[in-house]
């Protein structure tokens, strides 16, 4: 089992729509979890961190986690084509020293 | 204020040669980590360096190794490279109270041939 999957996609939303991106992991013990996002061609950048079971909002993104499932989500709020890109899904594991990364979403927002 | 800084951005080497990549943390980051990203998958991480020390490796052997400097740069060192050591390498800085807020650099894009 991998520690930390994400549906690879393509999603394709069209703009103005609500994109949802999903994640699930392995290591109940994990305390801390990421939303990273990649153009293509470029580096991650951190987008949205979480720590609490719940939700939590920054602009158009929601974060979502809920720990007894092992599972967190991104929701990306009035989707822009500007928003295309992988989103990778990090879970810290040993306390923070060590990140993995799942293997990312595809999402394409249609004009 | 500089972000993360890598050299160099593109690497082509030779099976078998050495290679040394470097890292400068985003002013403030005391914590660096080290991923390799192939095409089309996540980050596979590395190893992380604070204080100097090693603080957790990942699933790399021993051909991979590091070093971390007074200032919190930060090197990676590949020995005897193989093809599928072909790959991006990226370099991550964060603060020691906040060790999963990553920032990466752009990455050095290695090419063994």
């Known amino acids: ?111 | 204020d500089a972000g993360v800084t890598q050299s160099p951005t593109h690497l082509i080497k030779t099976r078998g040669q050495q290679v040394t990549l470097r890292c400068s943390p985003k002013s403030g980051h005391d914590t660096v980590s080290w991923y390799q990203q192939a095409l089309g998958q996540g980050p596979q991480f590395i190893f992380q360096y604070y204080e100097e020390e090693e603080r957790q490796r990942g699933n790399f052997p021993d051909r991979f190794s590091g070093h971390q400097f007074p200032n919190y740069s930060s090197e990676l060192n590949v020995n005897a490279l193989l093809l599928g050591d072909s790959a991006l390498y990226l370099c991550a800085s964060s603060p020691w109270d906040r060790e999963g807020e990553q920032y990466f650099g752009p990455g050095t894009r290695l090419t063994v041939t």
Do not use: H
Request: aromatic fraction near 12%.
């Open chain 1, 1 to 111: 089992q991998k520690e930390v999957e994400q549906n690879s996609g393509p999603l394709s939303v069209p703009e103005g729509a609500i994109a949802s991106l999903n994640c699930t992991y392995s290591d109940r013990v994990s305390q801390s979890f990421f939303w990273y996002r990649q153009y293509s061609g470029k580096s991650p950048e951190l987008i949205m961190s979480i720590y609490s079971n719940g939700d939590k909002e920054d602009g158009r993104f929601t974060a979502q986690l809920n720990k007894a499932s092992q599972y967190v989500s991104l929701l990306i709020r009035d989707s822009q084509p500007s928003d295309s890109a992988t989103y990778l899904c990090a879970v810290d594991y040993t306390g923070g020293f060590k990140t993995i990364f799942g293997a990312g979403t595809r999402l394409f927002v249609k004009a």
